[in-house]
């Protein structure tokens, strides 16, 4: 599937001078289905040449995602549309969603990525981890995925899903009470006090609705330390924050790697919509 959404452009012009041969061929008959045959493949020629050769590569691109580091924006197998005119007349903008060339240091080659903006050129960030705290003990991620899995049907505890927010703790999307979670801890009754992990942008923390977990890990590792978007690059992340390779991987990534902003989902079916 993607070889055909996505195919080279020596492909598409062995197609077209294929179709193009056809309908000079069978143009020469004088048979009234050798003339229909001939209109089509002559109509054919002209929007794979339109579509792959100048559409596609100006203004519209379909991309497939392989992966979930976007979760819950972008999900395995989905397909989009990419409008990859629209940053020749402005630069990226914070929460684009964009597709760009990876950058040496991901080691993928020419290999596509999608990923958040998360900063743009003057912008410092850092990330602070989430944490719970229930009585005096102190439960990170990992702490939380174990000792709230009997809540979880994954029987992967790696996969389980914990979210920290301002409204409480969730797993895989249900919300645990403060009695669940203190009985999870072994300690019934106890004090809950949850403390979501966050972006800070220059000093002010991201308000996040898209991502599906908030981050635990902190960046970069000294608490006080901030990373600087320097002129010409542009700090980017996964929404499935926790399972991506992104710029704390990586790095800043170099403005002109940029093929593009996602716009739109449009496969399969039930997925199809704009994106934010």
Same mark, same amino acid.
């Given at each position: 599937?993607?070889?055909? @959404?996505?195919?080279?452009? %020596?492909?598409?012009?062995?197609?077209?001078?294929?179709?193009?041969?056809?309908?000079?061929?069978?143009?020469?008959?004088?048979?009234?289905?050798?003339?229909?045959?001939?209109?089509?493949?002559?109509?054919?020629?002209?929007?794979?040449?339109?579509?792959?050769?100048?559409?596609?590569?100006?203004?519209?691109?379909?991309?497939?995602?392989?992966?979930?580091?976007?979760?819950?924006?972008?999900?395995?197998? =989905?397909?989009?549309?990419?409008?990859?005119?629209?940053?020749?007349?402005?630069?990226?903008?914070?929460?684009?969603?964009?597709?760009?060339?990876?950058?040496?240091? @991901?080691?993928?080659?020419?290999? =596509?990525?999608?990923?958040?903006? +998360?900063?743009?050129?003057?912008?410092? +960030?850092?990330? %602070?981890?989430?944490?719970?705290?229930?009585?005096?003990?102190?439960?990170?991620?990992?702490?939380? *995925?174990?000792?709230?899995?009997?809540?979880?049907?994954?029987?992967?505890?790696? =996969?389980?899903?914990?979210?920290?927010? @301002?409204?409480?703790?969730?797993?895989?999307? *249900?919300?645990?009470?403060?009695?669940?979670?203190?009985? @999870?801890?072994? %300690?019934?009754?106890?004090?809950?006090?949850?403390?979501?992990?966050?972006?800070?942008?220059?000093?002010?923390?991201?308000?996040?609705?898209?991502?599906?977990?908030?981050?635990?890990?902190?960046?970069?590792?000294?608490?006080?330390?901030?990373?600087?978007?320097?002129?010409?690059?542009?700090?980017?992340?996964?929404?499935?924050?926790?399972?991506?390779?992104?710029?704390?991987?990586?790095?800043?990534? =170099?403005?002109?790697?940029?093929?593009?902003?996602?716009?739109?989902?449009?496969?399969?079916?039930?997925? +199809? *919509?704009?994106?934010?």
């Amino acid at each position: 599937m993607e070889r055909l @959404a996505n195919p080279s452009w %020596q492909s598409v012009a062995f197609v077209v001078a294929v179709l193009a041969l056809v309908r000079l061929t069978i143009g020469r008959l004088k048979a009234p289905a050798a003339k229909r045959v001939g209109e089509v493949a002559e109509s054919l020629a002209i929007a794979i040449f339109l579509v792959f050769l100048v559409i596609r590569p100006t203004l519209v691109q379909a991309y497939y995602i392989p992966s979930g580091s976007m979760r819950p924006t972008l999900l395995e197998s =989905d397909r989009i549309l990419v409008n990859k005119l629209i940053y020749r007349f402005r630069e990226p903008r914070l929460g684009d969603v964009m597709v760009f060339q990876s950058p040496p240091a @991901a080691k993928k080659g020419e290999k =596509d990525f999608v990923k958040r903006v +998360i900063g743009v050129p003057g912008d410092e +960030i850092r990330m %602070q981890s989430g944490y719970v705290m229930v009585g005096p003990e102190q439960y990170h991620h990992p702490e939380l *995925r174990v000792m709230l899995r009997g809540h979880s049907e994954r029987s992967n505890i790696a =996969d389980i899903q914990v979210k920290l927010t @301002a409204k409480g703790v969730y797993v895989d999307g *249900r919300k645990m009470t403060e009695r669940q979670i203190a009985a @999870a801890a072994g %300690q019934p009754g106890a004090r809950v006090v949850v403390h979501p992990g966050v972006i800070l942008r220059n000093g002010k923390p991201l308000n996040e609705s898209y991502v599906s977990e908030d981050p635990d890990r902190p960046y970069p590792a000294g608490p006080d330390d901030a990373i600087k978007v320097r002129k010409g690059f542009l700090f980017v992340m996964g929404d499935n924050r926790n399972e991506s390779s992104d710029s704390r991987v990586w790095g800043l990534l =170099d403005r002109h790697r940029a093929r593009g902003k996602a716009m739109f989902i449009f496969w399969p079916p039930n997925r +199809i *919509r704009w994106l934010r």
